[in-house]
């Protein structure tokens, strides 16, 4: 079984910076394409950015030039770095790999 466990998480202003952090555990070959959702209450979970195995990124626009999306196969870790925050960056980020999800890091953004 495989766990993600987030980390990073935290208040910060806007124009400011954070990195989020996915670390998995257990038993698995490989780590395939990577994740990073966001969910605010009353909303749809809303995919971020995806990574693949081979380093491939995407980003959803509203994050696109200011999020970036890595991975670390040696440390079984994907990042997520955030930078430029915006309030509306606000949300639960969620990272999701071997259909499972992680446990959520509150990202909130505020003055």
């Known amino acids: 079984q495989v766990q993600l466990v987030e980390s990073g998480g935290g208040l910060v202003q806007p124009g400011g910076s954070l990195r989020l952090s996915c670390a998995a555990s257990?038993?698995?070959?490989?780590?395939?394409?990577m994740e990073w959702y966001r969910q605010t209450p009353g909303m749809d979970r809303e995919l971020v950015a995806t990574?693949?195995?081979?380093?491939?990124?995407n980003y959803a626009g509203s994050v696109k030039g200011r999020f970036t999306i890595s991975r670390d196969d040696a440390k079984n870790t994907v990042y997520l770095q955030m930078n430029n925050l915006k309030p509306e960056d606000t949300a639960v980020y969620y990272c999701?790999?071997?259909?499972?999800w992680g446990q959520g890091a509150q990202v909130s953004v505020s003055s």
């Open positions: 999701y790999a071997f259909s499972t």
């Open positions: 257990g038993r698995f070959f490989s780590i395939g394409t």
């Open positions: 990574i693949t195995s081979g380093g491939t990124a």
